[in-house]
């Protein structure tokens, strides 16, 4: 007999998105985007000093021949899209990685770039490393326009962070956080894990004190992922490394919440907890957006679609070809299902934006009541005036629900593209 799984996900795949058949991804460059009215810039920058076996992001080690193609390349990549978004507001430009200050210069200009072709004047988030940040950089960024950051401080504890393979210290991530409340930034979030190995309760409660002391005004708070393609799990194959289980996971994020709640922060996303009256720092508050650089990917409302992972691909098929590796069309059911699942992660689920987006014709309960209705009977969805919201209680399992899917489709996407500068097509 087939295990549950097999029935259960297509079902609710199904219900959420209309399909039942797994996307396909495929090796077709779509047209250029036309008549994007509100979008959001995403800059991938894969370069780092040291690669973290944990992370399953795109990067890799920093080398400065390698990235002068890739900023040769961003350069060229930026003029292909400036006429098709000629008509466009933007809503925020998204800086991840990597580290993106490992080349400050490097960095700066393609700032100066992109704040030019788009003629920019939104949010500019970045996210930053505890060793790639001393106050000279953190001047530039907000003499050039950023105004909010997140910075990667993991975890204040020395022996935690060694255990994790991070090439820094506690008091460097403290130190690098102080500097940046100092400067002044719309908003500063710090990054933390839990669940790691060697973690106790003690250390996370000292983790979270120490951050919130410091001043920021977001805190998120990641359990260690394992993606089945990266380093650790990898790692966890080969050496069964063992890693914290549910109840350990439940207990820190109860802590999280409780402590949160008592310094004055509400919470914000699944994992991300902000002072009142302050910017949240997200990357994924934008429907439509546009990626630059190896990896990044691009919803347009009628295509997704990501580039090629490779950084010397992706270098050397500019300017002549868009370095797209894969794309899958979007149907209007599947852009709106997209739509729900961004904003059930963000917790809350408005009609107002629903409507903003996909026109008067459609409500909430209207498109997703056979989704919606079952959640609030299991009190895990709210409604109220306006459209619903994710409870305290549903924020948890509604996660880990998502997380059976996501894990899934991006293990399966960057999975293939990792191992495949061009693949042929992935099934997700
Ligand atoms: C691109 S990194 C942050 C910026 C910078 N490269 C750094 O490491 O400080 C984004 C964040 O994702 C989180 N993260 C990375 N890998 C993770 C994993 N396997 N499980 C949970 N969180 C992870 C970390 O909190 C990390 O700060
Ligand atoms: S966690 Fe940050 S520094 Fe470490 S490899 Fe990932 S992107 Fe690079």
Request: glycine share 6%; net charge positive; proline share 5%.
């Amino acid at each position: 007999m087939l295990p549950a799984k097999f029935i259960w996900k297509p079902l609710v795949q199904k219900i959420v998105t209309g399909q039942w058949n797994r996307f396909h991804m495929r090796p077709i460059v779509p047209a250029f985007p036309d008549n994007l009215k509100r979008v959001g810039l995403y800059l991938h920058v894969p370069f780092c000093k040291n690669l973290c076996s944990f992370c399953p992001y795109n990067r890799i080690e920093y080398d400065d021949t390698l990235f002068g193609q890739y900023e040769r390349a961003i350069h060229e990549e930026i003029e292909l899209y400036r006429s098709s978004l000629n008509q466009s507001e933007f809503v925020s430009l998204y800086i991840g990685g990597g580290t993106p200050t490992v080349n400050l210069s490097g960095l700066l200009r393609i700032l100066e770039h992109l704040k030019s072709a788009f003629s920019l004047s939104c949010d500019i988030c970045i996210e930053l490393h505890p060793s790639n940040m001393d106050a000279e950089c953190l001047q530039s960024l907000k003499d050039l326009g950023i105004t909010m950051l997140s910075v990667g401080v993991e975890s204040t504890s020395d022996h935690i962070l060694k255990n994790i393979g991070r090439n820094h210290d506690g008091k460097t991530a403290v130190d690098s956080l102080r500097r940046a409340v100092r400067i002044g930034f719309d908003s500063v979030n710090a990054d933390l894990m839990f669940a790691l190995p060697g973690q106790t309760i003690q250390d996370w409660e000292n983790d979270l004190r120490t951050v919130v002391s410091e001043g920021v005004d977001q805190v998120s708070t990641y359990p260690l992922f394992s993606f089945p393609y990266s380093d650790l799990g990898q790692a966890q194959r080969i050496r069964q490394i063992k890693r914290p289980d549910s109840r350990a996971v439940r207990s820190m994020l109860g802590l999280t919440q409780s402590y949160a709640n008592q310094s004055g922060f509400k919470r914000c996303a699944v994992w991300s907890w902000l002072k009142p009256a302050k910017k949240k720092f997200s990357s994924i508050t934008r429907h439509h957006y546009i990626g630059f650089g190896p990896s990044a990917a691009s919803m347009t409302g009628t295509n997704f679609y990501v580039n090629t992972f490779d950084v010397r691909e992706y270098a050397a098929s500019l300017p002549k070809k868009r370095p797209i590796a894969l794309s899958m069309p979007i149907d209007r059911r599947l852009e709106m299902a997209y739509w729900l699942y961004w904003r059930v992660y963000e917790l809350k689920i408005l009609d107002n934006d629903f409507q903003d987006l996909f026109g008067k014709a459609f409500t909430l309960d209207s498109v997703f009541s056979n989704v919606l209705k079952p959640f609030k009977l299991a009190g895990m969805i709210g409604k109220k005036n306006g459209g619903y919201y994710v409870t305290e209680s549903g924020a948890y399992w509604i996660h880990r629900l998502q997380n059976e899917y996501s894990l899934n489709y991006i293990n399966r996407l960057w999975g293939s593209c990792r191992r495949k500068a061009w693949p042929s097509e992935v099934f997700l």
